[in-house]
Nanobody
Framework: QVHLEESGGGLVQPGGSLRLVCAVS????????MGWYRQAPGKEREFVAA????????NYADSVKGRFTISRDNAKNTAYLQMNSLKPEDTAVYYC????????????WGQGTRVTVSS
């Protein structure tokens, strides 16, 4: 079983930065692609970013390209989402996900961490 726990959310002013952290328990972290999704109030959950099991490949939603960076440290069983130049429309609950290699959709989800961008 894989358990994911997010942290690092909070309140930040427009233009500010936050780094989200996803700590993963379980012996198979390096065999999962990792991703971040978000869900804004009244909207469906949407894809934000993903990174391959070895960190060599990344993918981003158009809305965050150039501002967000996903990374991982397999030695620490941890994934990260560095968010810069935050906008009010980035306000959402952010969820970490883990997908078994070769899978087409996440197999595991965290509980989410709230990010609020407001002045």
């Amino acid at each position: 079983q894989v358990h994911l726990e997010e942290s690092g959310g909070g309140l930040v002013q427009p233009g500010g930065s936050l780094r989200l952290v996803c700590a993963v328990s379980g012996p198979t972290f390096s065999s999962h692609a990792m991703g971040w999704y978000r869900q804004a109030p009244g909207k469906e959950r949407e894809f934000v970013a993903a990174i391959s099991w070895n960190g060599h490949n990344t993918n981003y939603a158009d809305s965050v390209k150039g501002r967000f960076t996903i990374s991982r440290d397999n030695a620490k069983n941890t994934a990260y989402l560095q968010m810069n130049s935050l906008k009010p429309e980035d306000t959402a609950v952010y969820y970490c996900s883990a997908t078994v290699i070769g899978g087409s959709s996440p197999d595991y989800w965290g509980q989410g961490t709230r990010v609020t961008v407001s002045s």
